[in-house]
């Protein structure tokens, strides 16, 4: 017989592509997650990945059953979603995702908050990029993600709530702390991204491109994974960066980053859920806490 267990072990080997990975992420030895997945394949005479090399990777058969295994946890997770409503929302797991700004520093302070007012609740966070959290929240992965970039994805609801302010910053001695850019001028100096997919980045693309420079005239010096690693570079002088305040407020009050003048949007955070689950009462109980910390330490949503 089928189990709801060997279902998760199925879908945490296939998005890892790593039998090890997958069993350290559910707490399990890797014998158990293979005899797991051996199991699946032996009573239903099928053949669910291949192996290459060390890699493990979905055969046609495996890709197709994933969807159906992620479909019957989903209404498994929605099952218990409702008893912990019925039981008054005290106990149970909130499953959140988010992009590496709000997920490393906006939302820690909120699930503390959270948590001192639902301590049985148990928080989960996951961070990556926009389009990671995107793909989280859409595979039924997570069960609010956080980004800093719109998103368009047919299978999501998204809402905007309060977010940060970006600053253009560079190292000290750095031209711009002279005299700042010009519209066209962003495009004299090198700069350090972050990669593809990331908000900031789109969000860095959209300002280039309504000052009038083509993206292509940008001189990128370094393209980074993360935005400690942007920062560390700037403060290095390989160039000039948009970053949010929250990631550079201690450089900028050590002197080890100068804020440049420059005319810059406040931006929103997006909610994204999946349209084909009602929100229950936890995640209802969660949005609440943004508005509720703002009001109370104004200076936390910049």
């Known amino acids: 017989m089928m189990t709801l267990d060997q279902l998760r072990i199925f879908v945490a080997v296939a998005e890892r592509e790593h039998m090890t990975r997958a069993a350290v992420a559910l707490n399990l030895t890797q014998s158990a997650a293979s005899a797991a997945i051996a199991a699946l394949e032996d009573r239903h005479v099928v053949h669910l990945f291949d192996r290459i090399g060390r890699r493990i990777v979905l055969t046609p058969t495996g ?11 989903a209404r498994a997770d929605t099952a218990v979603r409702v008893l912990n409503d019925l039981a008054g929302a005290t106990r149970g797991t909130l499953r959140l995702a988010a992009s590496q700004t709000v997920g490393n520093y906006w939302l820690p302070p ?30 039924l992965s ?20 309060p977010g940060d302010r970006l600053a253009l910053v560079v190292a000290p001695g750095h031209p711009w702390t002279q005299r700042p850019p010009l519209g066209r ?20 693309e959209d300002v280039v491109q ?31 960066s948009l970053l ?9 009050r050590a002197g080890a980053l100068v804020e440049v003048p420059f ?26 806490i943004p508005a509720t910390v703002q009001k109370k330490t104004p200076d936390l949503l910049v």
């Open 63 to 73: 890709r197709e059953f994933l969807a159906e295994a992620r479909a019957v946890l």
């Open 263 to 288: 005319d810059l949007p406040h931006r929103a955070f997006h909610v994204l859920r999946h349209r084909e689950r009602t929100l229950s009462k936890t995640e209802q109980r969660f949005l609440t």
């Open 210 to 240: 309504r000052a009038g420079v083509p993206i292509g005239k940008i001189v990128m010096s370094l393209e980074l994974p993360s935005n400690e690693a942007v920062r560390a570079a700037v403060t290095a002088g390989a160039g000039a």
């Open 110 to 139: 909120l699930m503390q908050r959270f948590r001192e007012d639902y301590p049985g609740i148990t928080l989960t966070l996951t961070i990556g990029n926009t389009a990671q959290v995107t793909a989280a929240v859409a595979n």
């Open 244 to 252: 949010s305040v929250l990631v550079v407020q201690e450089a900028l």
């Open 185 to 204: 001028e962003i495009s004299a100096s090198p700069w350090v991204l972050r990669e593809p997919g990331s908000g900031t980045r789109a969000l860095f």
């Open 142 to 161: 997570a069960d609010l993600g956080f980004v800093e970039g719109s998103v368009d994805n047919f299978a999501l609801s998204s809402s905007t709530i």
